[in-house]
């Protein structure tokens, strides 16, 4: 059984897969591919760079999976306003109700990836657990 | 004397005037150039149209107000989140700490205006006294 963060994000990526392309991959093959990037492969990505719609959907999505997966829990909805500069400087928060249970700035977002799928998974529960104690102090 | 929340947007709007074109005209003058549109001038406006980064900033700068306003009353730091996309569909979230001050849908983002410039400085002064509520009653 898989941790609820990683099951919705797999759903949120395999819902934007229009054209059936990861049909035949599994899982964690695909999110590692998008999400998963070692200190080797950060060597080859230039510190100064453009990043593009499809990475700044791809963060997005991570965020998408932890407003979705806080409503899974907890019957509230949320959203995600995200803003992105073509530097790759940014902002996103998550809001429920009228409290902010993420809020997170971005530099360099173009290499915003892990180390390795477990973080991924370990980062994204953390995230989870924190936006519920969040929602739990502030909530009326 | 003028209120705040029209105060701080001559602020904000006369801070951007680099070249100092708005040196000779009146606050109220510029103000009314940037968002006082008639329903005659609307007629001359398409419901149907592309948003340039002028009028997305223009917007921006009311929330920007609103939240330096509440700043300058409570001494709680806020920022403004906005996403606008090109057709003029956005959001932008105001949050004051943990908690979302303003959080305000749009559509036909290009046609955003007010009627008359008492109007403006109406909407922004109510604008004001709602965000002090609620972060009155969700603070900690």
Not at 19 to 29: A, I, P, V
Not at 34 to 47: A, C, G, Q, R, S
Not at 80 to 108: Q, W
Request: negative net charge; charged residues 35%; hydrophobic residues 40%.
């Amino acid at each position: 059984m898989k941790e609820l963060f990683i099951s919705t994000l797999v759903g949120q990526v395999r819902a934007l897969d229009q054209f059936g392309t990861w049909t035949n991959r599994t899982d964690e093959d695909i999110l590692k591919e998008k999400y998963v990037k070692t200190k080797e492969d950060l060597k080859n990505i230039p510190v100064i760079a453009d990043i593009d719609e499809m990475q700044i959907q791809d963060i997005r999505l991570i965020y998408q999976s932890i407003a979705l997966a806080f409503e899974t829990k907890t019957g509230i909805m949320c959203s995600v306003v995200m803003e992105m500069s073509h530097e790759g400087f940014g902002r996103v928060v998550v809001i429920a109700d009228k409290i902010v249970i993420v809020n997170k700035f971005f530099k360099d977002a173009h290499r915003h990836s892990f180390r390795t799928y477990e973080k991924l998974e370990e980062e994204g529960e953390k995230m989870l657990k924190s936006v519920m104690e969040i929602y739990e102090e502030y909530k009326k």
